[in-house]
């Protein structure tokens, strides 16, 4: 377990925001300890919108040499996991463009993406995965965001550019969808006991 999941969103932010002052400064350990602590985020982000593990993979080296570049000019104000997917959310988008296309993701390319999370034991894993192939793209988006990142919804909607109403009501959609696999996998489990 790392030191930036077991503090606060206050605590974690503020360290993002000292290595990246690193950063500007040259200072290589800086960007190591940043790229340990946000690689999870900004890959998984990366592959939501993506849908494909080699451009996510792109995506992330891509990000962080944008960030190495940005570091001298960037201006803390407490978030800078939303600064860091914000340059990740822009390259996928430049990314989508450049290729004109849009693909599934499979279900082998989410699990490479959940083993990286720490804290997860396999079964963990496995019930991950399939309750992330039942939601849409935006709302596996929405999910990865608020649940892996710790966004709030309201730093959602402004890195998605969607409606607060619409980001609340996809959210709310993608939680009952996965109650209700939940609950039918539950139900399924009992009656074959």
Known sequence: MSYLSTVTETEREAQLDRYIAG??????????????????SVYGFALSILKNPQDAEDVLHDCYLQIHAAAPGYR????????????TRNLCMQKLREAGRYQHIEAEDWEK?????????????????ACMERLSDEERQIVMLHAVSGFKHREIAKLLKLPLPTVLSKYNRALKKLKQYLLKENAYEEQRN
């Open 23 to 40: 950063v500007a400064k040259e200072d290589w350990e800086a960007m190591t300890q940043l790229y340990n602590a946000t690689r999870a």
């Open 113 to 129: 993406y959940v083993e990286a999370q720490s804290g997860m034991d396999s079964e963990d894993r496995l019930v991950l995965l």
């Open 76 to 87: 803390s104000q407490g978030k800078a996991l939303a600064w860091i997917l914000t340059i």
